[in-house]
């Protein structure tokens, strides 16, 4: 079904390009046909829908690079997954989905989901079926035996193993893998810097998506796991937690994206007293550490990308923006890179070069913000205004978006 124009009037970020102070963003058929100034816009035909950004700003919609849609954020991450039904993770699924879209999130990664159920969303919220933003799904993570996140996940050993693995991911409309390199945080039972897998087992599976041509997402929270990752061909690096300068080597030698997840340990000592000891040691334990490799990796010039890893505890989703202002207030970013961080950085971890920047071409996914984002990062979480494929989206999650 073809939509009227959408004509967006204000100040402008387009991210990869100077800042417009009096701009505009003409989107048809879905697509950025005009970002410039506002006084050479184009004429648009009678019926053109017109939003002022008034003393507000226009920036790309927003990408989530490392989400679980299938969990709530409650307390208890593995059993809030574990106890559900796979009809209950689904509409839990669904609603996350809503919740990330209305905050100005246009497209998740989801890394890891059990029974094919993030895959499955995405193919229904691309159909126009269910509303949401985009989704690129890993399906089920790639986990040892006894590993971390079992539960959203295959657990698998050898070299043989983790490319079948792969393969299958892939055959079920996975749009990449994700390798559980390391412990986690949130499974008490696995030491944090466990390495479970050999770099020929993680480059066997790696090697199947990059032949392929999909991403590879590593989850990371230890020195031994991230180079081996790095190594076996990850394309992205999880959390970041333990980086030395051979990392940072590492990581800029081959082209991979560092994923911060900060807002994810943040919330989990905000809220101590209700979440299991066990886990809450493991993040006091990686608290400093995490900073300090961050901003390793920053003053390296490491291409970084801000996510939310929503779903885990006390985490809901949508609250990409925080991670924004975090890597602003302990990591140093600038604004700009900050802003950079979950539009056009995030997007390269998807391999999607058309979204995350206002550019002729780019996909219509536009938010409007309160204030200047470039003045103050918190203005990414005054959300006015979300235009998803051309077409604004409705501010309350109970309204139909189709």
Partial sequence: MKHPPLLLRGRVLPVLDAPIPHGAVVIEDGVITYVGPAARAPHLPGGATEVDAGDGTIIPGMVDAHVHLVADGSADFMGSVVRSAPEELTRTAAANAVRTLTAGTVAVRDLGAPDGIAVALGR????????????????????????HIPYLGVEVQGAAEMADAARTELARGADGIKLVATGGVLTPAVAIGNAPYEEAELAAAAGVARAEGRWVAAHAIGYDGTKRALRAGATTIEHGVY???????????????????????????????VIEGAVVAKAEEIQDVNIE????????????????????????????????????GDIGLSTAD?????????????????????????????VVTGGDPMDDVGALRDVRSV????????????????
């Fill in 387 to 402: 235009v998803f494929g051309g077409r604004l989206v409705p501010r309350s999650a109970d309204e139909e978006t189709t």
């Fill in 293 to 328: 490799s961050l901003r390793r990796a920053a003053r390296a010039g490491i291409p970084i990308a801000g996510a939310s890893d929503a779903g885990t505890p006390f985490n809901p989703h949508g609250g990409v923006a925080e991670e924004a202002a975090l890597l602003v």
């Fill in 124 to 147: 229904e919220i691309a159909a126009g079926r269910l509303p949401g933003p985009q989704i690129a799904a890993a399906g089920r993570a790639i986990t040892a035996p006894g590993g």
């Fill in 243 to 273: 980086l030395d300068d051979e990392a940072v080597d590492l990581l800029a030698s081959c082209g991979a994206v560092l994923v911060t997840t900060r807002i994810a340990v943040v919330r989990m000592l905000r809220n101590a007293d």
């Fill in 338 to 366: 900050a802003l950079r961080a979950v539009t056009a950085t995030a997007a390269r971890c998807l391999l999607r070069s058309d979204l995350g920047h206002l550019s002729v071409g780019a996909a219509g996914h536009v």
